[in-house]
Protein backbone atom coordinates (compact mmCIF):
# COMPACT_ATOMS: atom_id res chain seq x y z
CA UNK A 1 0.00 0.00 0.00
CA UNK A 2 1.41 3.33 -0.83
CA UNK A 3 1.58 6.58 1.48
CA UNK A 4 -0.44 9.29 -0.81
CA UNK A 5 -1.71 11.60 2.31
CA UNK A 6 0.50 12.41 5.21
CA UNK A 7 -2.48 14.24 7.13
CA UNK A 8 -3.67 10.20 7.43
CA UNK A 9 -0.54 9.16 9.33
CA UNK A 10 -0.38 9.08 12.79
CA UNK A 11 2.49 8.56 15.57
CA UNK A 12 1.79 7.57 19.08
CA UNK A 13 3.81 8.48 21.62
CA UNK A 14 3.39 7.26 24.90
CA UNK A 15 2.12 9.17 27.50
CA UNK A 16 3.65 8.02 30.23
CA UNK A 17 7.64 7.16 31.66
CA UNK A 18 8.96 4.06 32.01
CA UNK A 19 11.88 3.04 33.98
CA UNK A 20 15.78 3.52 32.23
CA UNK A 21 17.83 0.73 32.53
CA UNK A 22 21.26 2.38 32.67
CA UNK A 23 22.91 -0.96 33.29
CA UNK A 24 23.22 -4.83 34.38
CA UNK A 25 25.41 -6.38 36.35
CA UNK A 26 26.74 -9.95 36.75
CA UNK A 27 28.43 -11.27 39.66
CA UNK A 28 29.63 -14.43 42.04
CA UNK A 29 30.69 -14.46 45.44
CA UNK A 30 31.13 -17.27 48.22
CA UNK A 31 29.99 -17.00 51.32
CA UNK A 32 31.32 -18.79 54.37
CA UNK A 33 29.26 -21.59 56.23
CA UNK A 34 27.82 -20.23 59.68
CA UNK A 35 28.82 -22.10 62.71
CA UNK A 36 26.06 -21.77 66.29
CA UNK A 37 28.68 -19.01 67.34
CA UNK A 38 29.39 -17.18 64.30
CA UNK A 39 25.63 -16.92 62.74
CA UNK A 40 24.98 -15.10 60.06
CA UNK A 41 28.59 -15.28 58.49
CA UNK A 42 28.73 -12.12 55.52
CA UNK A 43 30.05 -11.31 52.41
CA UNK A 44 30.15 -8.50 49.81
CA UNK A 45 31.05 -8.03 46.33
CA UNK A 46 31.54 -4.63 44.81
CA UNK A 47 31.31 -3.30 41.51
CA UNK A 48 32.15 0.31 40.31
CA UNK A 49 29.01 1.24 37.86
CA UNK A 50 30.86 4.50 36.63
CA UNK A 51 27.84 6.41 37.23
CA UNK A 52 29.82 8.49 40.91
CA UNK A 53 25.97 8.85 42.28
CA UNK A 54 23.55 6.82 43.91
CA UNK A 55 20.78 4.88 41.27
CA UNK A 56 18.16 2.65 41.65
CA UNK A 57 17.99 -1.23 41.11
CA UNK A 58 16.23 -4.85 41.09
CA UNK A 59 17.90 -7.60 41.57
CA UNK A 60 18.12 -11.49 41.65
CA UNK A 61 20.81 -13.85 43.51
CA UNK A 62 20.47 -17.75 43.60
CA UNK A 63 22.45 -19.88 45.61
CA UNK A 64 21.97 -23.40 43.71
CA UNK A 65 24.51 -22.74 40.51
CA UNK A 66 21.11 -21.06 39.13
CA UNK A 67 18.37 -23.49 38.94
CA UNK A 68 16.39 -20.67 41.05
CA UNK A 69 16.87 -17.43 41.40
CA UNK A 70 15.10 -15.13 44.31
CA UNK A 71 15.20 -11.35 44.56
CA UNK A 72 17.22 -9.51 46.73
CA UNK A 73 16.39 -9.81 50.13
CA UNK A 74 14.27 -13.33 49.92
CA UNK A 75 14.86 -16.29 51.70
CA UNK A 76 14.15 -19.96 50.69
CA UNK A 77 12.90 -20.83 54.15
CA UNK A 78 13.91 -24.98 54.98
CA UNK A 79 11.03 -27.27 55.26
CA UNK A 80 12.35 -30.83 55.78
CA UNK A 81 11.72 -30.48 59.39
CA UNK A 82 8.03 -29.49 58.73
CA UNK A 83 6.97 -28.88 62.24
CA UNK A 84 9.90 -26.55 62.69
CA UNK A 85 10.19 -24.48 59.32
CA UNK A 86 13.75 -22.86 59.02
CA UNK A 87 13.21 -19.33 58.01
CA UNK A 88 16.43 -17.70 57.95
CA UNK A 89 18.39 -19.59 55.61
CA UNK A 90 20.73 -17.52 52.88
CA UNK A 91 19.97 -14.13 51.35
CA UNK A 92 21.54 -11.45 49.20
CA UNK A 93 20.66 -8.13 49.21
CA UNK A 94 22.13 -5.07 47.79
CA UNK A 95 23.13 -1.03 47.82
CA UNK A 96 24.55 1.79 45.71
CA UNK A 97 26.88 4.18 47.49
CA UNK A 98 27.13 7.74 46.80
CA UNK A 99 30.05 6.97 45.01
CA UNK A 100 28.24 4.93 42.81
CA UNK A 101 29.85 1.79 43.39
CA UNK A 102 27.19 -1.16 44.29
CA UNK A 103 27.86 -3.75 46.71
CA UNK A 104 25.86 -7.18 47.03
CA UNK A 105 25.62 -7.98 50.68
CA UNK A 106 24.92 -11.54 51.82
CA UNK A 107 24.05 -12.90 54.63
CA UNK A 108 24.44 -17.01 55.58
CA UNK A 109 22.99 -18.03 58.94
CA UNK A 110 23.12 -21.18 60.84
CA UNK A 111 20.34 -23.65 61.24
CA UNK A 112 19.94 -24.56 64.51
CA UNK A 113 16.94 -27.60 63.72
CA UNK A 114 19.04 -28.86 61.51
CA UNK A 115 22.41 -28.35 63.37
CA UNK A 116 23.94 -27.23 60.45
CA UNK A 117 25.81 -24.55 58.08
CA UNK A 118 26.57 -24.64 54.48
CA UNK A 119 29.20 -22.30 52.81
CA UNK A 120 27.22 -21.28 49.35
CA UNK A 121 28.25 -19.50 45.99
CA UNK A 122 26.01 -16.51 45.56
CA UNK A 123 25.15 -15.77 42.00
CA UNK A 124 23.47 -12.71 41.64
CA UNK A 125 22.26 -10.25 38.44
CA UNK A 126 21.23 -6.38 39.12
CA UNK A 127 19.60 -3.93 36.77
CA UNK A 128 20.39 -0.58 37.62
CA UNK A 129 17.32 2.07 36.99
CA UNK A 130 17.86 5.94 36.60
CA UNK A 131 16.63 8.11 39.39
CA UNK A 132 14.37 10.81 38.89
CA UNK A 133 16.85 13.33 39.37
CA UNK A 134 19.94 11.11 38.15
CA UNK A 135 22.26 13.15 37.34
CA UNK A 136 24.24 12.77 33.34
CA UNK A 137 25.68 9.41 33.40
CA UNK A 138 26.90 7.31 31.12
CA UNK A 139 25.30 3.66 30.65
CA UNK A 140 26.95 0.48 31.02
CA UNK A 141 28.47 -0.84 28.19
CA UNK A 142 26.51 -3.94 27.45
CA UNK A 143 26.16 -6.56 25.33
CA UNK A 144 22.45 -7.17 26.26
CA UNK A 145 19.43 -5.08 24.49
CA UNK A 146 18.80 -1.86 26.42
CA UNK A 147 16.94 -0.57 23.34
CA UNK A 148 13.05 0.57 24.11
CA UNK A 149 10.86 -1.23 21.93
CA UNK A 150 7.37 -0.56 21.39
CA UNK A 151 6.46 -3.44 20.44
CA UNK A 152 6.93 -4.64 24.32
CA UNK A 153 4.47 -4.13 27.49
CA UNK A 154 6.49 -1.73 29.33
CA UNK A 155 5.51 -1.31 33.11
CA UNK A 156 4.11 2.93 32.93
CA UNK A 157 4.95 4.96 35.56
CA UNK A 158 2.08 6.85 36.88
CA UNK A 159 3.33 8.53 39.65
CA UNK A 160 6.86 8.85 41.46
CA UNK A 161 8.71 11.05 44.05
CA UNK A 162 10.95 11.14 47.04
CA UNK A 163 9.94 11.91 50.35
CA UNK A 164 11.73 11.65 54.02
CA UNK A 165 10.32 9.34 56.18
CA UNK A 166 9.94 9.28 59.52
CA UNK A 167 7.37 9.91 62.54
CA UNK A 168 4.18 8.33 61.10
CA UNK A 169 2.61 6.73 58.13
CA UNK A 170 3.07 8.21 54.94
CA UNK A 171 0.03 7.73 52.76
CA UNK A 172 0.39 8.72 48.62
CA UNK A 173 -3.34 9.32 47.08
CA UNK A 174 -3.25 7.20 43.45
CA UNK A 175 -6.69 7.20 43.15
CA UNK A 176 -6.61 4.51 40.29
CA UNK A 177 -9.63 2.61 41.26
CA UNK A 178 -7.16 -0.67 41.59
CA UNK A 179 -4.24 -1.98 43.32
CA UNK A 180 -1.49 -0.97 41.31
CA UNK A 181 2.43 -2.45 41.23
CA UNK A 182 4.75 -0.20 43.65
CA UNK A 183 8.67 -0.25 43.82
CA UNK A 184 10.59 1.33 46.41
CA UNK A 185 13.85 1.96 47.49
CA UNK A 186 15.31 4.41 50.02
CA UNK A 187 18.41 6.11 51.60
CA UNK A 188 19.43 5.88 54.82
CA UNK A 189 21.87 7.72 57.29
CA UNK A 190 22.40 4.20 59.71
CA UNK A 191 25.73 3.58 57.69
CA UNK A 192 26.25 -0.16 58.36
CA UNK A 193 26.75 -2.17 57.37
CA UNK A 194 25.90 0.07 54.05
CA UNK A 195 27.66 3.59 53.45
CA UNK A 196 25.77 6.39 54.38
CA UNK A 197 23.91 8.28 52.27
CA UNK A 198 23.83 4.73 50.33
CA UNK A 199 20.68 4.08 48.09
CA UNK A 200 19.17 0.82 49.73
CA UNK A 201 16.61 -2.01 47.95
CA UNK A 202 13.48 -1.68 49.86
CA UNK A 203 14.03 -5.26 51.33
CA UNK A 204 16.26 -3.65 53.88
CA UNK A 205 13.38 -1.97 55.54
CA UNK A 206 10.61 -4.67 54.86
CA UNK A 207 13.05 -7.27 56.54
CA UNK A 208 12.81 -4.52 59.59
CA UNK A 209 9.18 -5.06 59.36
CA UNK A 210 7.99 -1.95 58.04
CA UNK A 211 5.86 -2.66 55.23
CA UNK A 212 4.25 -1.02 51.94
CA UNK A 213 0.67 -1.45 51.43
CA UNK A 214 -1.37 -1.08 48.78
CA UNK A 215 -5.23 -0.38 48.18
CA UNK A 216 -7.75 0.76 45.15
CA UNK A 217 -6.69 4.36 46.71
CA UNK A 218 -4.06 4.75 48.36
CA UNK A 219 -0.02 3.37 49.20
CA UNK A 220 1.27 3.71 52.73
CA UNK A 221 4.09 3.52 54.08
CA UNK A 222 5.32 2.76 57.33
CA UNK A 223 7.13 4.96 59.39
CA UNK A 224 11.06 3.70 59.66
CA UNK A 225 12.95 3.83 62.52
CA UNK A 226 16.34 2.50 63.65
CA UNK A 227 17.93 3.19 60.16
CA UNK A 228 18.97 7.30 60.50
CA UNK A 229 17.07 9.56 58.24
CA UNK A 230 15.24 8.12 55.77
CA UNK A 231 14.34 9.50 52.06
CA UNK A 232 12.38 6.87 50.16
CA UNK A 233 12.01 6.97 46.17
CA UNK A 234 9.03 5.30 45.04
CA UNK A 235 7.01 4.65 42.03
CA UNK A 236 3.80 3.59 41.58
CA UNK A 237 2.99 1.77 38.16
CA UNK A 238 0.20 2.42 36.10
CA UNK A 239 -0.14 -1.75 35.60
CA UNK A 240 -2.36 -3.66 37.66
CA UNK B 1 9.99 14.81 -7.09
CA UNK B 2 7.64 12.25 -6.46
CA UNK B 3 4.82 12.30 -4.38
CA UNK B 4 6.40 9.58 -2.26
CA UNK B 5 9.21 11.24 -1.10
CA UNK B 6 7.59 14.36 -0.46
CA UNK B 7 5.73 12.07 1.74
CA UNK B 8 9.01 10.83 3.53
CA UNK B 9 10.23 14.42 3.34
CA UNK B 10 7.31 15.70 5.29
CA UNK B 11 7.16 12.79 7.71
CA UNK B 12 10.61 13.49 8.63
CA UNK B 13 10.42 16.93 9.53
CA UNK B 14 7.18 15.99 11.48
CA UNK B 15 9.01 13.63 13.33
CA UNK B 16 11.91 15.43 14.05
CA UNK B 17 9.54 17.99 15.48
CA UNK B 18 7.77 15.23 17.49
CA UNK B 19 11.07 13.72 18.81
CA UNK B 20 12.29 17.45 19.86
CA UNK B 21 8.99 18.86 20.92
CA UNK B 22 7.34 16.16 22.51
CA UNK B 23 9.69 13.36 23.40
CA UNK B 24 11.43 14.62 25.99
CA UNK B 25 8.85 15.90 27.47
CA UNK B 26 6.67 13.01 27.86
CA UNK B 27 8.80 9.77 27.14
CA UNK B 28 11.45 8.73 29.49
CA UNK B 29 12.48 6.32 26.51
CA UNK B 30 14.14 9.60 24.82
CA UNK B 31 17.49 8.56 25.35
CA UNK B 32 16.64 5.02 24.19
CA UNK B 33 16.93 3.05 27.53
CA UNK B 34 15.12 -0.12 28.05
CA UNK B 35 12.71 -0.85 30.70
CA UNK B 36 11.02 -3.60 32.59
CA UNK B 37 8.56 -5.48 30.16
CA UNK B 38 5.54 -6.97 31.60
CA UNK B 39 5.67 -10.55 31.15
CA UNK B 40 3.84 -12.86 33.28
CA UNK B 41 1.44 -12.92 36.10
CA UNK B 42 -0.23 -15.16 38.54
CA UNK B 43 -3.32 -15.25 41.29
CA UNK B 44 -3.47 -17.48 43.74
CA UNK B 45 -4.41 -17.86 47.41
CA UNK B 46 -4.33 -20.27 50.32
CA UNK B 47 -7.16 -20.38 53.08
CA UNK B 48 -6.43 -20.74 56.40
CA UNK B 49 -9.42 -21.79 58.42
CA UNK B 50 -10.42 -20.36 61.64
CA UNK B 51 -8.88 -22.70 64.77
CA UNK B 52 -7.63 -22.60 68.12
CA UNK B 53 -3.92 -21.42 68.71
CA UNK B 54 -2.37 -22.88 71.61
CA UNK B 55 -0.07 -20.33 74.08
CA UNK B 56 3.37 -20.01 71.65
CA UNK B 57 2.09 -22.39 69.03
CA UNK B 58 2.12 -22.08 65.20
CA UNK B 59 0.62 -22.94 61.92
CA UNK B 60 1.81 -22.77 58.67
CA UNK B 61 0.46 -22.59 54.78
CA UNK B 62 1.99 -22.27 51.61
CA UNK B 63 0.34 -21.45 48.46
CA UNK B 64 2.04 -21.98 45.56
CA UNK B 65 1.66 -21.21 41.59
CA UNK B 66 3.51 -23.01 38.60
CA UNK B 67 5.38 -19.47 37.69
CA UNK B 68 9.02 -20.26 37.11
CA UNK B 69 11.44 -17.63 37.37
CA UNK B 70 14.40 -18.70 35.35
CA UNK B 71 16.17 -15.19 34.26
CA UNK B 72 14.02 -12.12 35.45
CA UNK B 73 12.83 -9.71 37.77
CA UNK B 74 9.65 -10.67 40.23
CA UNK B 75 7.28 -8.96 42.47
CA UNK B 76 4.85 -10.66 44.64
CA UNK B 77 1.60 -8.47 46.61
CA UNK B 78 -0.20 -10.56 49.23
CA UNK B 79 -3.26 -9.97 51.06
CA UNK B 80 -4.47 -11.13 54.56
CA UNK B 81 -8.17 -11.27 53.43
CA UNK B 82 -10.60 -11.76 56.33
CA UNK B 83 -7.77 -9.26 58.10
CA UNK B 84 -7.21 -6.25 56.00
CA UNK B 85 -8.03 -5.46 51.89
CA UNK B 86 -4.86 -3.82 52.25
CA UNK B 87 -2.41 -6.14 49.60
CA UNK B 88 1.10 -5.65 50.73
CA UNK B 89 4.84 -5.38 48.79
CA UNK B 90 6.94 -8.46 49.45
CA UNK B 91 9.98 -6.93 49.65
CA UNK B 92 11.80 -10.38 50.72
CA UNK B 93 9.45 -10.77 53.61
CA UNK B 94 5.92 -9.36 54.80
CA UNK B 95 5.88 -9.40 58.98
CA UNK B 96 2.71 -8.13 60.82
CA UNK B 97 1.16 -8.20 64.05
CA UNK B 98 -3.11 -8.57 64.56
CA UNK B 99 -5.80 -8.29 67.31
CA UNK B 100 -3.24 -5.96 69.26
CA UNK B 101 -0.05 -8.03 69.49
CA UNK B 102 -1.72 -10.80 70.08
CA UNK B 103 -0.32 -13.15 66.96
CA UNK B 104 2.04 -12.53 64.45
CA UNK B 105 2.01 -13.36 60.85
CA UNK B 106 5.00 -13.94 58.64
CA UNK B 107 5.15 -14.43 54.81
CA UNK B 108 8.43 -14.98 52.60
CA UNK B 109 8.37 -15.64 48.86
CA UNK B 110 10.65 -17.69 46.88
CA UNK B 111 11.00 -19.86 43.82
CA UNK B 112 11.96 -23.39 43.91
CA UNK B 113 12.74 -23.49 39.91
CA UNK B 114 9.08 -25.31 38.93
CA UNK B 115 7.12 -22.86 41.23
CA UNK B 116 6.37 -19.13 43.19
CA UNK B 117 5.74 -20.31 46.57
CA UNK B 118 4.34 -18.17 49.31
CA UNK B 119 5.24 -19.82 52.83
CA UNK B 120 3.09 -18.14 55.87
CA UNK B 121 3.78 -18.63 59.61
CA UNK B 122 0.90 -17.51 61.95
CA UNK B 123 2.40 -17.49 65.31
CA UNK B 124 0.45 -16.98 68.61
CA UNK B 125 2.50 -14.13 70.19
CA UNK B 126 0.52 -14.89 73.97
CA UNK B 127 0.63 -17.06 76.77
CA UNK B 128 -3.01 -18.44 76.22
CA UNK B 129 -5.21 -19.44 74.06
CA UNK B 130 -6.22 -17.20 70.99
CA UNK B 131 -8.72 -17.98 67.90
CA UNK B 132 -7.46 -17.33 64.81
CA UNK B 133 -10.16 -15.94 62.31
CA UNK B 134 -10.66 -17.35 58.81
CA UNK B 135 -7.93 -15.78 56.57
CA UNK B 136 -7.51 -16.14 52.88
CA UNK B 137 -3.90 -15.08 51.74
CA UNK B 138 -4.09 -14.24 48.04
CA UNK B 139 -1.08 -13.39 46.29
CA UNK B 140 -0.40 -11.67 43.21
CA UNK B 141 2.80 -12.60 41.35
CA UNK B 142 4.60 -10.94 38.73
CA UNK B 143 7.26 -11.64 36.57
CA UNK B 144 9.14 -8.90 34.26
CA UNK B 145 11.81 -9.11 31.87
CA UNK B 146 15.16 -7.61 32.37
CA UNK B 147 17.73 -7.03 30.26
CA UNK B 148 20.21 -10.23 31.86
Known sequence: ?240 | MRLLDTVRSTLTIVYIWIARMIIPKNLAAAGGLDGFKNYSAASFSVNVPTQNLGAADFISFTASTPLNNSNSISQVQLQYSGLSNDYYIMNGIVNTFWNSGDYEIESYYYFDGTNLNVFTVIANQTAGIITIPDITINCRGFLFIAPF
Open chain 1, 1 to 240: MSVTDATKINMAIPGYKIDQIIGIHSGSFLIAAPTFLSSPTTATDNFTTGFNDTCLFQGIFSVDGGTSWNDFGSYKPNLSTPAQPVLQTVTCQGWVTPAGVFQAYAQNFYDNVHATGTAYTVDYKVAFLAKDDQNAITPIPTNEILNYLSSFNYQKIFASDTFANGGSPTVVAHNLGYVPKVRAWGTSTLGSPFISGSMLSYDWFGGSNFNVKIDTTNVTFDAITGYGTVNIDYRIYLDS
